[in-house]
Each structure stands twice: as structure tokens, then as C-alpha cells.
């Protein structure tokens, strides 16, 4: 997790820095609906390669976003899911999902 000083002093540019990018975005999104395992959520995401997976998902588990759980099973099972904080990012990404519908139907795509 970043310390206070190394996050930018503006509030918007700090909320792109921890969750700004295209695949971190997508991936909250699933998360936001249940915890997924790897490989599921890899499938679900095409076009994401398993490498920007794995770092999208190790920074968000280091800014407090996403929670790892493993699971000592034979083979061993690992799940991730939204941490308490990144749960409150709902409200941030379904008025995203408002914006975008209106978008598509202001113009007509």
C-alpha cells in the first residue's frame, strides 16, 4: 500500500492510480458479484493475459482492494475477492454503468 506522500495530492488522480486501468476496472467489476478463482476469472476477461491478471491483482491486494484466500486442499484452491474497502467501490462503478447507458443511447450505439 502506498504511504500517504507517495499518492498524487489530488483526489481523482489517486482513485486512477489505484484502480484506473482498463483490467483493474473489469475485474472489479466481476469481483463486485462474487469471489472468483483465477483461471475463472481469467476466462471470463478475454483479451487479459494471465501476467496483467496476476499484476492487476497483486496491486490491488497491496492497496487493501482485493483479499487472497487460499485454501489448503489438495490441489490447493486460491479465491479472490473484494476487501471490506474495495466493496465500496459499488456505487463508484454502477453510475459508471449508468453513464455508459446513457452514453450508448444519447448516441444511438
Given at each position: 500500500m502506498l504511504t500517504k506522500e507517495e499518492l498524487p495530492e489530488c483526489p481523482v488522480a489517486t482513485a486512477?492510480?489505484?484502480i484506473g486501468s482498463k483490467w483493474k476496472l473489469l475485474i472489479i467489476r466481476n469481483?463486485?458479484?462474487r469471489p472468483?478463482?483465477?483461471n475463472e476469472l481469467h476466462k471470463s476477461l478475454p483479451g487479459l493475459s494471465?501476467?496483467?491478471l496476476t499484476d492487476s491483482l497483486r496491486s490491488m491486494?497491496?492497496?487493501g482492494i482485493v483479499t487472497r484466500t487460499v485454501y489448503l486442499e489438495n490441489p490447493p484452491r486460491v479465491e479472490y475477492a473484494l476487501s471490506?474497502?474495495?466493496?465500496t467501490l459499488r456505487p463508484l462503478?454502477?453510475?459508471m454503468a449508468q453513464w455508459g447507458e446513457d452514453y450508448k443511447r444519447q448516441t444511438g450505439c
Amino acid at each position: 500500500m502506498l504511504t500517504k506522500e507517495e499518492l498524487p495530492e489530488c483526489p481523482v488522480a489517486t482513485a486512477v492510480q489505484i484502480i484506473g486501468s482498463k483490467w483493474k476496472l473489469l475485474i472489479i467489476r466481476n469481483l463486485l458479484r462474487r469471489p472468483w478463482r483465477f483461471n475463472e476469472l481469467h476466462k471470463s476477461l478475454p483479451g487479459l493475459s494471465q501476467k496483467v491478471l496476476t499484476d492487476s491483482l497483486r496491486s490491488m491486494e497491496n492497496d487493501g482492494i482485493v483479499t487472497r484466500t487460499v485454501y489448503l486442499e489438495n490441489p490447493p484452491r486460491v479465491e479472490y475477492a473484494l476487501s471490506p474497502l474495495g466493496g465500496t467501490l459499488r456505487p463508484l462503478l454502477a453510475l459508471m454503468a449508468q453513464w455508459g447507458e446513457d452514453y450508448k443511447r444519447q448516441t444511438g450505439c
